[in-house]
């Protein structure tokens, strides 16, 4: 019983020390959160004070492969904004971020190394960023090659007052000697109006869907899907384009004309096909989404295949739902869904 006795007393004073150091973790760990959060919102009332000088850029982007290694590729690069989604900020008082770079590529699902992002400006200079190891998206079905979707932060002079925003980026690890040798640059992607940079994002519903491919060649269910989105309110479409028929091509560049469909190639290796989950669809999600928020700055990006259409159940429109739903605390909805099937005859 003594024993006992004797026993309470020292887990007590280890649960006291236990407790005394969750405490202080905690409040730690809310004093940091406290003292980052006034510290980003301080940096971006800087970041929206300087003035920025867009390059020139073309929009359109193809896969290109990194280097000289075979089914290594690189897509297209975004400029973002957001000091949020930076894990640290480094060297505040003399250096202050600006935003990112966020890079879409094809990599081997196991890939390990450190990578360093190489930032080229209009005048050629080039400057190097080095942002470490990368891991692919989550989604990749235990394929060789995954999608990957990684930042390089970019920092100016504190005292900067215009800034040159970079044109192109590539991206160079150890094992890929050519990368670092020459290499592939791909041009950034920045909002069609540089005046647009900080603005609110548009309440508007975009479209982004799954690439075509294997020759598609249902032309009557594209126009379908584009005019039932239209009827429920979207006002642009993503299609990219991988193999599909002389018809629907003919549909989607009408579309074109009309100013409410993008039609992106998608040049896949062949090869590459039968590595990698769907086509690289996580990466053309990927992609989308950040064409649809940074280059057009919309707020709605749905991410549907052709046999897909989102019903509201007690609104006319999804823009109507989405815009009495949103409170602007929520990055992603998922919408249940029904299977309507074909009876054979």
Same mark, same amino acid.
């Given at each position: 019983r003594r024993g006992a006795m004797l026993a309470c007393p020292y887990q007590r004073s280890t649960l006291g020390v236990i407790g005394i150091l969750v405490f202080y973790y905690l409040y730690w760990n809310l004093y940091v959160f406290s003292s980052d959060s006034k510290l980003r919102e301080d940096l971006s009332s800087l970041?929206?004070?300087?003035?920025?000088?867009?390059?020139?850029?073309?929009?359109?982007?193809?896969? !290109?492969?990194?280097?000289? #290694? +075979?089914?290594?590729l690189i897509y297209s690069a975004y400029f973002d904004d957001r000091l949020d989604v930076l894990e640290t900020i480094n060297d505040h008082n003399t250096k202050v971020p600006i935003g990112s770079l966020r890079i879409i590529a094809i990599l081997p !699902?196991?890939?390990?190394?450190?990578?360093?992002? %190489?930032?080229?400006?209009?005048?050629?200079?080039?400057? /190097?960023?080095?942002?470490?190891?990368?891991?692919?998206? #989550?989604?990749?079905?235990?394929? #060789?090659?995954?999608?990957?979707?990684?930042?390089c932060p970019l920092y100016v002079n504190r005292n900067s007052t215009a800034i040159h925003l970079p044109q192109s980026v590539a991206i160079s690890y150890p094992s890929n000697r050519l990368s670092q040798l020459s290499p592939?640059?791909?041009?950034? /992607?920045?909002?069609?109006? &540089?005046?647009?940079?900080?603005?609110?994002?548009?309440? *508007?519903?975009? *479209?982004?869907?799954?690439?075509?491919?294997?020759?598609?060649?249902?032309?009557?269910? &594209?126009?379908?899907? &584009?005019?039932?989105?239209?009827?429920?309110?979207?006002?642009h479409f993503y299609f990219y384009h991988l193999s599909a028929s002389e018809e629907v091509m003919r549909l989607l560049r009408h579309y074109q004309s009309e100013g409410i469909v993008d039609v992106l190639q998608w040049n896949v290796p062949a090869e590459l096909l039968t590595q990698v989950h769907f086509a690289g669809i996580m990466a053309q999600i990927n992609d989308c989404v950040?064409? +649809?928020?940074? *280059?057009?700055?919309?707020?709605? +990006?749905?991410?549907?295949? @052709?046999?897909?259409? @989102?019903?509201?159940? #007690?609104?006319?429109? @999804?823009?109507?739902? @989405? !815009?009495?739903?949103?409170?602007?605390? %929520?990055?992603?909805? &998922?919408?249940?869904?029904?299977?309507?099937?074909?009876?054979?005859?």
């Amino acid at each position: 019983r003594r024993g006992a006795m004797l026993a309470c007393p020292y887990q007590r004073s280890t649960l006291g020390v236990i407790g005394i150091l969750v405490f202080y973790y905690l409040y730690w760990n809310l004093y940091v959160f406290s003292s980052d959060s006034k510290l980003r919102e301080d940096l971006s009332s800087l970041q929206q004070s300087y003035i920025y000088i867009k390059p020139s850029w073309g929009y359109n982007n193809s896969w !290109r492969q990194i280097g000289s #290694k +075979a089914n290594h590729l690189i897509y297209s690069a975004y400029f973002d904004d957001r000091l949020d989604v930076l894990e640290t900020i480094n060297d505040h008082n003399t250096k202050v971020p600006i935003g990112s770079l966020r890079i879409i590529a094809i990599l081997p !699902r196991e890939f390990k190394e450190a990578i360093t992002c %190489t930032v080229r400006f209009e005048d050629f200079v080039d400057k /190097s960023i080095a942002i470490g190891k990368v891991q692919s998206l #989550k989604e990749h079905h235990d394929y #060789k090659y995954a999608a990957y979707s990684f930042m390089c932060p970019l920092y100016v002079n504190r005292n900067s007052t215009a800034i040159h925003l970079p044109q192109s980026v590539a991206i160079s690890y150890p094992s890929n000697r050519l990368s670092q040798l020459s290499p592939t640059f791909m041009p950034i /992607s920045y909002p069609r109006d &540089v005046d647009q940079l900080f603005a609110m994002s548009r309440p *508007v519903v975009s *479209v982004c869907v799954g690439p075509l491919q294997q020759n598609y060649s249902d032309v009557l269910r &594209v126009a379908e899907f &584009v005019e039932m989105y239209r009827i429920l309110g979207a006002r642009h479409f993503y299609f990219y384009h991988l193999s599909a028929s002389e018809e629907v091509m003919r549909l989607l560049r009408h579309y074109q004309s009309e100013g409410i469909v993008d039609v992106l190639q998608w040049n896949v290796p062949a090869e590459l096909l039968t590595q990698v989950h769907f086509a690289g669809i996580m990466a053309q999600i990927n992609d989308c989404v950040y064409r +649809a928020m940074v *280059v057009d700055n919309y707020r709605y +990006a749905a991410t549907v295949d @052709l046999d897909e259409i @989102l019903i509201p159940l #007690k609104h006319n429109s @999804l823009s109507i739902f @989405l !815009r009495q739903c949103d409170e602007g605390r %929520t990055s992603a909805y &998922v919408f249940r869904n029904v299977f309507f099937y074909n009876l054979d005859s």
